[in-house]
């Protein structure tokens, strides 16, 4: 299954982006398509610098309040994935990219994405006395690849 989505990633996209950048040249002028491509990926570069950079600082703060970062992590790293496809040249990353730019949209695709790992992934935690001033924290994930109990 992975081997197809990476066909998709390497194969199909490039062929759309150049198709696309192609009917832009054809209905307008060359110079349009390039300074669209040259356009989005400085833009692009500034704002995921920007918001990264912000990300960053609060996925800190997250760390040094001892509160887990999962919210601030995810949004670093859907940031990065941003600033990623935003300098990859074409119309559709450039779409993908502002689409995870803009807050409101990346929190949707945030939620998403904690919604399926919840549905993949078990995490337990169990605590234990370790002596009268301290406690011991263990946790680790289970991939959820057998049914649950109740489905029969």
């Known amino acids: 299954m992975w081997f197809i989505g990476i066909f998709l990633l390497f194969v199909l996209v490039p062929i759309a982006e150049l198709t696309l950048l ?3 040249a054809e209905a307008t002028h060359w110079w349009l398509s ?7 990926g400085l833009i692009g570069a ?3 610098r920007h918001q990264g950079a912000n990300a960053w600082r609060r996925l800190a703060a997250d760390l040094r309040t001892g509160k887990l970062p999962t919210d601030s992590g995810l949004d670093a790293v859907l940031i990065l994935i941003a600033g990623i496809v935003l300098i990859t040249p074409g119309v559709l990353t450039d779409l993908v990219g502002i689409f995870l730019l803009v807050p409101l ?9 904690k919604e399926w790992a919840s549905k993949r992934f078990r995490v337990e ?7 009268h001033h301290s ?3 263990d946790s680790y ?9 109740g489905d029969g």
């Open 22 to 24: 192609l009917m832009i």
């Open 34 to 40: 390039l300074l669209i491509v040259i356009a989005t």
């Open 46 to 48: 500034s704002l995921a």
């Open 105 to 113: 949209t990346r929190g949707w695709a945030r939620k998403r994405i």
């Open 125 to 131: 935690t169990r605590m234990q006395k370790a002596s």
């Open 135 to 137: 406690q011991i924290l």
């Open 141 to 149: 994930v289970v991939e959820n690849d057998r049914p649950s109990e």
